[in-house]
């Protein structure tokens, strides 16, 4: 256990009251109203709502997850959320605008200005439950179990007792301040939050104790850290890993698979800063910050301290997995014991089973080094938080108030965005159409603590970080086309989403419980399917394929939305294009005399592209000691940037 000095304890301290303070601060401005509470009064500039985009997304299991990737599938599995800037981009130069020009309360009020009649009404309903709930407490609930490793691994803490010293801060401001506080906060916070991570890596560099590296050079030297290196999938994995890691985020991921944060065409929390700009440009300007920040500037910290983490927590070799594997096999009655009533058993027997279970599983290291974590917790995003209980005393408290200021950024943004669904489309909509300013604040704070404390019991049960980034993922494929294509398709009515919606859950539901009963997964073991693609990258293929080909059968089996409806949405929202040139022409609407300007933002969205990954894998030649190509890199993202601002002035704002 982890021992904190008092400069330490002064650190972490002062920046909790630091920061509540500041979250609170905007108690008075945020109670006025619901816009005030929820939307900021519509009044933020885009550089503050870009940090805050990107610290929203930046949290205590953010660091775990990529360490979890990077030790089990180099760094070239991160494509896997890298991918995503695709859609990010799209988002900046084809949807911010319009989401902005919608002046809707939240991204959920779409469906009622988009679609009509019940179905409209019970998809936004139901969708604020879902999302606003179930949704928003499944992925607090990955953060919250990160703040237990961490509270764990570096302090002994008991899992209970790191929820309620972790949350105690958040509830205080995030319930006070709204979305100002919290957008406040988050400037505040990622500036920590990023000072604290490089000064992670820095020290997991130079540390004496990670088999004497005091050197980048000394790292990328290390013969395990050398296989995990390369930013692309090599060859040696074939084409099933050049399939899984690379080419199916970059050719269907992107466009085909909706995840918070990233979502195609933009929304959940993202939609809602866009929604509190100033104006149009705000809105672009915000998402084009956070897209530089969260992909170019945040990965390469935490890459260099999971690199580190592979020569101080090393992986079980191949051949102790295998013994440790027949062994468990060779004893299932200690086995058994274990799993029912471990602490019934000799300490002895007790440790030699857990400790055989970590080998198989890969992370016997990490279980010597950590005996008094929970066997639950016991997996390779550990390794981060273990990491950190290596750092010297007084910049210690500094990367733990940087970890305590990623979790609470995220919690209190998923808070009010979860609450903002419940009040503005559940509550205010269905249950209390009257509700005055005084109770629609009043309910978004009692549904904020309300989520706060059921993510944390959530949280008591999971796992792994990584395991639930695939499941949000499978639960959202199929769906992301539809939510690019309803700006533009005047075809799509709201039994499109509700199809959309379910099949897809239905079929995580079918991979999560019923294929392996079924024997699905061996039998695509046998006929040789994995060999193209492993199994959780056929999942995903086989949820798209299905959930799409439903929904769009679902959309030309059904009436298409009321004609003078989608004419009142083609003029608010103007987004033109050949996909509502049957409304314009059905309804009369005049054609807008500036053009189509979608294919300028596609052409800005790749060259955007081109920018941030230059950026990205510029800075990671650099640091891996590879000049030449870092800074050819670099000068490809100075040009592309260059171009892109001249593109920009092309596209329609207000």
Known sequence: ML??????????FGFLFSVIAIGSAAARRSSRSAADFFLSGRSMPWWLLGVSMVACTFSCDTPNLVTDIVRTQGVAGNWAWWAFLLTGMLTVFVYAKLWRRSALDTDLGFYEIRYSGRPAALLRGFRALYLG????????ATVSLAAIKIGQVMFGLSPVATLLYASA???????????????WADFYQYSIAMVGAIFAAVYAVKSADVGGITSLKQL?????????????PSGEGGLSALMTVLILPIAVQWWNVWYPGAEPGGGGYIAQRMLSAKDEKNAVGATLLFNFLHYAVRPWPWIIVALVSLVHFPLTPPAEQAAATRWLADHPAQVGQYDTAKMQMPEPEREQVRQAKADAAGVG??????????DQFLRHDIAYPGMISTMPKGWLGLIVASLIAAYMSTIATHLNWGSSYVVQDFYSRFINPNSTPRQAVAMGRVTMLALLVLSGLVALWMRNAKDSFDILL???AGTGLLYILRWFW???????????????????????????????DAAMERAGLFAVMDYSAWKLVIGILITTIGWLTVTYLTPPENQDLLARFCTRIRAGGPGWRHIEEASSLPKSAEGWDVPTGLLCMMIGCLAVWSALFGVGNLLYGRMFAGSFLLVVTVVATALLMRLVGKIRLS
């Open 474 to 476: 499978q639960i959202g």
């Open 490 to 520: 005047w075809r799509i009515n709201a039994w499109s989403e509700i199809s959309a919606m379910v099949i897809s859950f239905a079929v995580a539901c079918f991979f999560q419980w019923g294929a392996a009963p079924l024997g699905l």
């Open 220 to 232: 990328f030297s290390q013969p395990e850290v050398q296989t995990h290196m390369s930013m692309f």
């Open 133 to 140: 709930v179930f949704f928003n407490i499944m992925i607090m």
């Open 365 to 374: 290291s990490l279980a010597r080094a950590f005996p008094k974590v929970d």
């Open 3 to 12: 021992k904190i000095s008092t400069l330490d304890a002064v650190i972490i």
């Open 169 to 183: 801060g958040v509830g205080i401001y995030a319930t006070l301040g709204g979305l100002t506080g919290s957008i």
